[in-house]
């Protein structure tokens, strides 16, 4: 058993910045017309109430944006069907959800290659003609503001293209390409919308990554470009072994990412006239692998939580790759539990990893302290709320967290704890069998299962709280002074000492 | 920690009757109109689908059924007002259960008497007009055939009053006033719908009652009245302790409680005509006080399950005292836990017993052991499946359940745990202070807290299935034969040993 | 056939305050626990988002909330009980509606006498003892601050009872005892909130009225009163005819009604230190009774319409009685149409009134013409937008208004019209028998038969746009300019050549 | 105005089968994974309860069910993945409607040719390899038995392919190919279920088209294979004209596609094996194109009423293509009203045709009459109802029905009513300008607009009844005995004479 000391004081402070709730990934824009994916969206932000959403796929061909048409005179004309658009959106905004635009892939009529990328084929080639390409980004926002009004599109970011330093995601990773596209792109969308802000390179990492960024900078700088925010991506997963379909890594650990991170910021803030510019992590999770099965288990969800411990303090968003599992990158998923991206599995099965942004999204008050393993703030009514975890990469000890407690009387001591004993519906599925198809009864027993286990205890003047949490876990504390209402008569006590 | 060792073999069988989803306890009718109430039974059904409904009131003022009225030349007129009975009776056959109808208590315009009952003043006399009386009987069932068709109407069953031989219920308790009642009640039925089974007479334990039973027989055959079932409750409050408004009881056991009821069930066949016959309990609890904090208990629950165990033995259905917490018959309850009959609090919060009858709700095959801590069934697809639970009256430890199969093989043991450690919802409220009205988190974190806690095991062939249960816990569990799915390089351990 | 001819310029203003949808009133709070009752409400603010609402019997004792306790000493203590009021102020905000709070009626342990008013009988005497009363009125505010906040609170409106110039409402109509009760109150209210808004006399017409609003606020200036509004009521019921439980009466004329609110508005004025204060009319409807069948009409919608085009002349807000067809006042509604306040009936059935409503719910442009059967504005988006009725006192005549637009080109006109032609549910319902319980085949029947009819023309450039009502018609229209979109090769006309 | 007179006596009948709800059209499989999907599909069936569903799409890629895999040595496993599959008909089943199998397209990975119909791209060639088809069969047919139970999916008919004689659903609509994978996929459905009905040829019509029906059928009984049912389509468009993407049609009548239903028929009963067995039409409409206006036409829905009223004499059943406008053969529609085969337009939009399958679904009782323009049944409760229609294809008269009725006495008449003027959404559409993109206020106009007029007469003893249509009406009308209920005092004259 680990042991962990924290004592507060009335003048305890710590940094932290918290925007976990900003923004949310998503599977390719078309899945967002299934019923399954509303309901995995709306069952996530009912506890992790995320107000942006970005993801793949908003140009390529199962959005059926792009609709060139031919006249009975043989004559083609540029054309646009906003079907498909206008239901996505409408979905969103109607939930409270606001996009986060990201401008690709390219549609196939407008392609200058055939290459493309996922079992769902998004064509990854530069424009054959540019003014098509930015006639359809003009197009696609005058409909957006004659359908919801300028100021509320004005509001959306707006990043160019994904992942353009992989030859996968942009033919040949070729940068002088991609840095023509965010010029045609972003000039396209001041045009249209001044206020909308814009950015880019959304990078993943790896070898280089730093330079795409310094280039990307310099280059808007020389050309003086719009840009409002640049962005780049963040996973942990290093070397990889595969078996069958699946892929597993080891993981780098949250302080190397979080330098990683850092770095960028540096080279951000090392532009004089970009320091202190937005810098949003469009995608971030610990594989970026969807058939990557560490994705369903308790460690990831304490990983999540060491890195939504810190990095607010390099980045203005941090962008969860992805919500749910209706995702199709490299094919349907035939397992409820696959490895997948999502907070939540297929059939609404919460995973331990939503709790670990239910439990942030909550600390709303001012930081009193922060190490490796807890963050903990005060509100204004005077109670205490925390999230702490406990990452078991050599070892599986429980751990045990001691607060100290900052005032004089008794506290009520809530919490809501994930660990895996306690929420960990991959083992079950496990030990039923690795089933391929949930009957409705084994669906409600892991829905049952996947929630987290909330406790009480009364602390006495004086006393410290002990949180104890099982392998993996992250849990959820509330202390609150503690004041007695209840009722003339109503004795708790008494069942107690007379069953 | 106690111990107890069961073997099951390929011929194991035990005698084993569950009807306990055949009816529930509602409080009174009108209160049928209230949107949290609709909340409640539907909640409370979506995980204990009981059958018929059974609750007082169907007479009293508040449903507005009587309604004599007087023409412009001032003459008075019978006449009924059924918009409350329909928005009721709709309500309920909408959502898929029957009434189990109660004929009772008085319209104060029909009233002998002034006597009421309750916070709700029910009027407890007998009719000043005999005819007026049968004649609403008829037109109320006149009307429900009129709009439900008498095919549905006739699967109604009928009781004439409730427990008349208290005073409080039934004016001095008057026994030929009661059979007098059913007399002429029961015929009024059978007058409008011969199929429709009715009976009586409804009463409580204590002193006395047997013999009411025998009475109320005796009467029937020699009137040779309708009759098609024997009705009567069972409560196991002994010794009674006030404070405030709340009530605190002594409890008999289990055991005795079924001796009670089996008394009724021989008296019953010691009358040749009656060999046989249905007897319905058509109330049933641990305490009779709607301000009894036990109700909230896990105790409950405990107890609750010993009853459901063996109440099939000798009665044909038993109707827990009451579904939910909406509920004014001392008064409207001022506190989220208040001790109230209801298997679900008041916003939504299930209590432990909600499990007990859940869990109960689930056994449906050929039971193959029984005892005073456990049933087992088998289902047809060769799973078991079973239900225990460890009331803990004298000393508080936990019960551990050791189950030898009885086919080798692995299993999947599959277990739902509701016991004071992993379900207990008034703990928890307790610890917060006993607040009188909870914010909507709090609320949001109770309900989490009262899901029983999900497990489970893969045994390997040839072990033993050990179930743990803390104080006063209940456990579902099923056995299932192993078989694994999964899919080809899907490898569920090498997290486990690669974090 | 009537006509009515109205000339539109660029310049055309005229006069116009729009607060329709500032209040409505409902049946006494209790009845907001009802199922049925929120439904109707969420209902009707689905097509009329009222954002206040107010009703009778806050304090009456089935709300529960005076219960004064016995500690096991025989000491008697105030208490107070908010299941209820938490349960119906939540429904109320989470619907995106507040209360306009009135205080009353006195609880019947509180209560100086025992006359009471209604079916419910709320008691109507003033208290017994009145530092309870202003206790209780304290200790309500705390609490709703504690739950919702202290900003949320002090945006409700705050009235002192309701019609004590009526001896049942008030006994004795006691003009004196009111001013001290008003007096004691809204110094307790201001004691918690000084922000919350108070006022009275909340008298209704007749005789006298604008005597008490003379002395009321003579009164107040005198003692030198919180006071932030005055409020009265408007019913034009005049001569009354009594048919067994049914009241009819002869309307007086809108101008009639709106000259009595005027000279209210006038009686305010005269008080330099009330000049311009808030009148608030916290009810208005034709008749006063909720059993006169004119409710139901069509000629209750045109007479409403008239209203609503002229009320906010004088009246900061003017509320509807009532919302829906809950309501016991004077019993439980017998039939589905009886004659009640609703703009909705029971099983959900919108009445004529309700789109009288949802029509001026939608006037929110910059008036450019009125009169006594229209009125019309015009939006930012340049389209122009009206009400129009047609109330048929004397003949029975359809009525044709005409418009000549004051913009050249072409013109969508898009009419949504209930008539008793076109949205008369009433006169189905008689047709069929006036049938006491409504099947549900009749009811989808009659809620279709409840929609207005929605019609559309194309006018061209230069054409009047005509309107025709029939009897005792409403109508909503607007007037967009011309501009097609489409898609090539689309034909509408192609099937109307070629059937 | 056209008259129409029907004499109805006691002895009143005709011959008229009707199976109008057995079966409904659906865009591809895929498709019903749309959250608007499946909102069409509930708003559909709560007016017109269909029991099956049938579409194409089963096998096609998106569906992404025939996935074979690889071992990690390289060798390939038949496999398959049954996600999407599961939730598809878990939608339905729980929905209450029933899959009316039909086996095809070709998975890519399985084809023999490269040929694909289209936008969404479903192979049309035979199987590659046999055994693999088979297997797949073979091997669903088991997955839906495992998870739904063995009696629910042999209840399930199931059809082989669509449309083999047309090339671009069947590679050169090669006969012989097609009654080879007939035969293989019926044997092996047999294999698997004995007790699901299997059937072909699922041809639509044109020139051969009766040739394949009896070479089907001596083929089934010289090979003595499996044969539950036969299947045909029937569609009416007729020359074709197209303007850019969307396509006009010249019509048939009602009894031409009768006729060439009704040969098909006599083909059957010509095979003495097969006389009287199933035919199933899976297949009809007006128009066979999805983008061709008039299938949201007040036409289209008098059509489908002609068909309605005779399908039933010579088809077991005959499915509507398709309920809804979640569709995507020739793309994805661009306007909200494209001439989209559904009953129901995007946006969740009636058209005048669900109102014709409504009115029809009701028609339960004994039939009395039957002519070209109108049906009528005799209900146990003896009433009376009917369904009539105003086919206007020469002129555009109104019609008027007069029933002169068989029994003494006043009746109660209700109609409901949809014809141009009172139900006629598309026309509202186009005089808006046809635009692309619906804003809500605009659809919530439509979708009132697009409401049956819905009325009511009392008749008095002796009077005919008479029903006025007008263009291209369709009309549901009841007669009742009138019986008088209502309340002592209620006077529904009053107002109507005092106003």
Redesign the interface.
Known sequence: MKQHHITLTKDSRAPFTNTAMYCVGTGRMGLA??????KQLRAVRHVAPFEHIRGHGLFTDDM?IY?P?C??EGVW?EGY????L??VMD?YLNMGIRPFLELGFMPEKMASGTQTIFYWKGNTTPPADEDKWTGMIKALLR?LI??YGYEEVSSWPCEVWNEPNLPGFWENADKAKYLRLYEISALAVKEVLPEMKVGGPAICGGQGSQDWIRDFLTFCREKKLPLDFVTRHAYMGQST??????T?H?MCDVNYTYEEMKTSREIIDSFPEYKGMDMHITEYNTSYNPMC??HD?N?NAAYIAGLLSCLGDVARSYSYWTFGDVFEEI?????PF??GFGMMA?NLIPKPTLWTFHYFSRLKGECIHRDDKCVIVKNKDGSLEGVCWNL??NGRDALTLHIDLPEQGAY?L?T?LADED?CNP???W????????L?PDDVE??R??A????????LEAGETAAITLGQ?GVCHFIL?P???????????E??RE??
């Not at 094919?331 to 397992?335: N, Y």
């Not at 929630?451 to 009364?458: E, G, I, R």
């Open positions: 017309l299934h019923e399954e994916y509303q059926a609709r048409w006249d009975d004309h069907n906003f079907t498909y206008d239901r979905s409909h004659d359908r072994l595969r078996k069958g379909r699946y597993y080891e099965p560490i288990t460690l094919g349907v998923p035939s397992l696959h490895g297929n078991c990469r009520t809530l809501s306690t991959l083992k079950i496990h030990d039923m069998g690795e089933p391929v198809s009957k027993f892991l049952t299962a929630q987290p286990m909330n406790a009480s205890v009364k993996n609150r503690y004041r007695h209402e209840g009722e003339y008569g109503y004795d708790y008494w069942y007379h069953c």
